[in-house]
Antibody, heavy 120, light 110 residues
């Protein structure tokens, strides 16, 4: 079955880091970029960046440069998003999504999201 | 880059048509034909309804259509059905490997 399965909800303290995983199945993992998108409570989607699973190359939205790290482990077909120095307004649902157009933004497959709650 | 601008809400009765706009800039929507629309039922994974401005993925009803004029893209839902009630988001490629989303529109079927 073609799917992206994300890790479970996290509760973190301000200043901590969180690492969310996104495991792919049913398709060639290396063939599609993985993007990360977040949605804060009551807000819209916010694009964070992407990773090319084939090369490990990354591209981050300017807002997140310096505090997000996207990695992957091709042996287990899993992408990771690591966000550091968490603040309360990082509380959001974090989604991974497969890009059929290698960075141009055609997300044909999404994970169900991982809720990250940041408490002070 | 700034988020694309969508109306916060839209509504229509069953069977009617509704159009949701998505206004960007010449640096994103106005230049690139990589505009997508996503349907999101909260709690579920989002689903792509339109890509490349007006293309429909397999399985998406032809009641959904997309278009673009200048810096504004639009999603039209014809023959509204109860299951169309959801949040809709547009996105656009914005050059230099960047993407931008709209703020979302809550579609209510009256």
């Amino acid at each position: 079955q073609v799917q992206l399965v994300q890790s479970g909800a996290e509760v973190k303290k301000s200043g901590a880091s969180v690492k969310v995983s996104c495991k792919a199945s049913g398709y060639t993992f290396n063939g599609y970029y993985i993007h990360w998108v977040r949605q804060a409570p009551g807000q819209g989607f916010e694009w964070m960046g992407w990773i090319n699973p084939n090369s490990g190359g990354t591209n981050y939205a300017q807002k997140f440069q310096g505090w997000v790290t996207m990695t992957r482990d091709t042996s287990i077909k899993t992408a990771y998003m690591d966000l550091s120095r968490l603040k309360s307004d990082d509380t959001a649902v974090y989604y991974c999504a497969r890009d059929k157009y290698l960075g141009l933004g055609y997300f044909d497959l999404w994970g169900r999201g991982t809720l990250v709650i940041v408490s002070s | 880059q700034s988020a694309l601008t969508q109306p916060p809400s839209a509504s229509g009765s069953p069977g009617q048509s509704v159009t949701i706009s998505c206004t960007g800039a010449s640096s994103d929507v106005g230049t690139y034909n990589y505009v997508s629309w996503y349907q999101h039922h909260p709690g579920n994974a989002p689903k792509v309804m339109i890509y490349e401005v007006s293309k429909r993925p397999s399985g998406v009803p032809d009641r959904f259509s997309g278009s673009k004029s200048g810096n504004t893209a639009s999603l039209t839902v014809s023959g509204l059905q109860a299951e169309d009630e959801a949040d809709y988001y547009c996105s656009s490629y914005a050059g230099s490997n960047n993407l931008v989303f709209g703020g979302g529109t809550k579609l209510t079927v009256l």
